[in-house]
């Protein structure tokens, strides 16, 4: 149980153009569900905490407008990473909580490589 | 603010040798901590997790964990390590974000090489 999944695994797309990112929660409901960024060699950087029915809450730094985060239902979010350029290249990764009376553990996807050329 | 500390990053051992991986945190509370594995280029696995209880924590793959209130640990243990373990593994702290969810701060990260 508690399996996460995302697509794409891999993308490479043009400077200039959205990329919309899935993240889906396979056997649970999440109703919170973390988008992450990781760059090489380092700890996972968190962007956003997207809760169901309601606007995604951003990290300090982020930019809202950039990183479009929708969470249309209890088992998917999206993340759309618009106009990119290529500094957005990145490791993307997301996870969704199953919560277990007050208590959440987070599970992960296994990640989006982000490459804008 | 919750945080964690993993004061190695990089540690080297022998295949069938012991493994502990430290892990330090700051939490005003009784901590959410967990440790994850990530694979080149994968997600992150939970390994473990502690709540509440017991503090010796069994997990997946023969990892085990103990929560050591007094000096803030919770160390991850494996008595026999495989070369399939060669990985970077993260402790992370979870408290309560300001929107009532569950906020979970990593370290920065264990990078594991298995020698034969």
């Known amino acids: 149980g508690a399996v996460v999944s995302q697509h794409p695994s891999r993308v490479i797309c043009k400077s200039g153009t959205s990329v919309k990112i899935e993240c889906r929660s396979l056997?649970?409901?999440?109703?919170?569900m973390f988008w992450y960024r990781q760059f090489p060699k380092q700890s996972l950087m968190l962007m956003a905490t997207s809760n169901e029915g309601s606007k995604a809450t951003y990290e300090q730094g982020v930019e809202k407008d950039k990183f479009l985060i929708n969470h249309a239902s209890l088992t998917l979010s999206t993340l759309t990473v618009t106009s990119a350029h290529p500094e957005d290249s990145s490791f993307y990764i997301c996870s969704a909580t199953q919560r277990e009376g007050m208590r959440e553990t987070q599970y992960f996807g296994p990640g989006t490589r982000l490459l804008v050329l | 603010a919750q945080s964690v500390t993993q004061p190695d990053i990089h540690i080297t051992v022998s295949e069938g040798a012991s493994l502990e991986l430290r892990c330090n945190y700051s939490?005003?509370?009784?901590?959410?901590l967990f440790w994850y594995v990530q694979s080149p280029g994968q997600g992150l696995q939970l390994l473990l997790k502690y709540f509440s209880g017991d503090t010796l924590v069994q997990g997946i793959k023969g990892f085990e964990a103990e929560f050591k209130r007094s000096q803030s640990s919770f160390n991850l243990r494996k008595p026999s390590v495989h070369w399939s373990d060669a990985a970077e593994y993260f402790c992370?702290?979870?408290?309560?974000?300001?929107?009532?969810?569950?906020?979970?701060?990593f370290g920065t990260g264990t990078k594991l090489q298995v020698i034969p």
């Open positions: 939490y005003g509370a009784t901590p959410y």
């Open positions: 056997d649970f409901q999440a109703t919170t």
């Open positions: 992370a702290v979870g408290g309560l974000g300001s929107g009532g969810y569950q906020k979970v701060t």
